[in-house]
């Protein structure tokens, strides 16, 4: 069965300051697919990225990064230089390629990031 | 604007009282989703529908039903047997139902029972 862990539940960081939220997953699957999420408070989840099992690169979109590493079963998240828009509800979730994995999406239970001016 | 709509935005009920929830999305998508979210944690899958006229069960769907007669709607009735209704309603698409796909969501229902 596939299992996603966000271990931090809530992290609070000043303006400007760098932060990292883990994500930590299991799957029996060769083949699956990582996704972050942004939940900021109207409601609404947001897509950030999605990687897939055999693509290891470091990704890097303006102040998001991600650090995949299959070695550790591990998709984490870095915000450089963070700002108040960036308070939200960070969700990371794991799709296997086959079976009835599939076709879901499994979440962890997120990490409620506060940004304090 | 392409995307997808639910509605109401907040919605109470009487115990014992079915309800349903509407979802509409516009994004010419296949497949559709229904998540359930409660305080504290990540979203869990009640119904899933790959195609119009097909729908299979998520982790949770005791105590809800759906039907799936048009490619953009997808309501979902919260029935008296949930037990414990009370929580955040999600509605997602894809563009088809396979796990590379990213899942697009809409605004959220608030289902709140008295």
């Known amino acids: 069965a596939q299992k996603v862990t966000q271990a931090q539940t809530e992290i609070s960081v000043v303006e400007k300051e760098d932060v990292t939220l883990d994500c930590v997953y299991e799957?029996?699957?060769?083949?699956?697919?990582l996704f972050w999420y942004k939940q900021p408070p109207s409601g609404e989840l947001v897509f950030l990225i999605r990687?897939?099992?055999?693509?290891?690169q470091n990704e890097i979109s303006g102040r998001y990064s991600w650090n995949f590493q299959k070695s550790t079963s591990s998709f984490n998240f870095t915000i450089t230089a963070s700002q108040v828009v960036d308070s939200a509800v960070y969700f990371c979730?794991?799709?296997?390629?086959?079976?009835?994995?599939?076709?879901?999406?499994?979440f962890g239970k997120g990490t409620k990031l506060s940004v304090i001016p | 604007d392409g995307g997808i709509t639910q509605s109401p935005k907040y919605l109470f009920r009487k115990e014992g009282q079915n309800v349903t929830l509407s979802c509409e999305q516009n994004l010419n998508h296949d497949a559709m989703y229904w998540y359930r979210q409660d305080p504290g944690q990540g979203l869990r899958l009640i119904y899933y529908?790959?195609?119009?006229?097909?729908?299979q069960k998520g982790d949770i769907a005791e105590g809800y039903s759906v039907s799936r007669e048009k490619k953009e709607s997808f309501p979902l009735t919260v029935t008296s047997a949930q037990k414990n209704p009370t929580a955040f309603y999600l509605c997602a698409s894809s563009t088809r139902g396979v796990s590379y796909n990213e899942q697009f969501f809409g605004p959220g229902t608030r289902l709140t029972v008295l």
């Open positions: 990687r897939n099992s055999f693509d290891e």
């Open positions: 529908s790959q195609i119009v006229n097909d729908f």
């Open positions: 979730a794991l799709s296997e390629a086959e079976g009835a994995g599939s076709y879901q999406l499994t």
């Open positions: 799957t029996r699957d060769t083949t699956y697919y």
